[in-house]
């Protein structure tokens, strides 16, 4: 699993799909991680969730060490290595996301032995965009929706 200072990684869990609710139904943050921001059904995220479990999928939920509130989400897809974070906005500026990104890479180096990951960020998410630089990504392609970067060992 992960590690970091401030951030507790766990597998995702059932435990927590009223935190993963609030987060994906928060519709101002949505708008970062998708194009046809929606609100999700308590069924459709525990199915979701029962998935990840099903697939042993190396998705983790952000738990903050000091007060065990909830801070988000982060993965590595194994299909393509690339990672995926989304952070509640109660959570946001806090610099969990430098901290998740930097635990997440190591990760996938360390234990998952990847030589690269890779992610796709939306060229409106310039919050996103400065951490994933700060952590040393580098953009290798752009279209009209994205821009993709990626970070080699």
């Known amino acids: 699993m992960p590690n970091s200072e401030r951030i507790n990684y766990v597998k995702v ?18 708008k970062f991680i998708t194009h046809n921001p929606r609100t999700y059904t308590y069924e ?22 000091d007060t065990n509130k909830f801070i988000g989400n982060i993965e590595i897809k194994e299909e393509d290595n690339e990672i995926g974070i989304y952070i509640t906005k ?7 996301g430098t901290e998740a990104m930097k ?9 998952l032995g990847l030589d690269e990951v890779t992610l796709k960020v939306y060229p409106n998410n310039a919050r996103a965009i400065k951490c994933y630089k700060n ?3 580098i953009e290798y392609n752009r279209d009209e929706e994205n821009i993709y970067m990626k970070k080699t060992r």
């Open 135 to 137: 952590v040393g990504f």
């Open 13 to 30: 869990s059932k435990d927590y799909i009223n935190d993963y609710m609030n987060m994906v139904n928060d519709m101002d943050t949505a």
């Open 103 to 111: 635990a997440i890479i190591e990760y996938a180096f360390s234990t």
């Open 44 to 65: 459709e995220e525990e199915k979701w969730v029962e998935e990840q479990i099903k697939n042993n999928a190396n998705i983790f939920s952000m738990i903050e060490k």
């Open 90 to 96: 109660e959570m946001q500026d806090k610099h969990y």
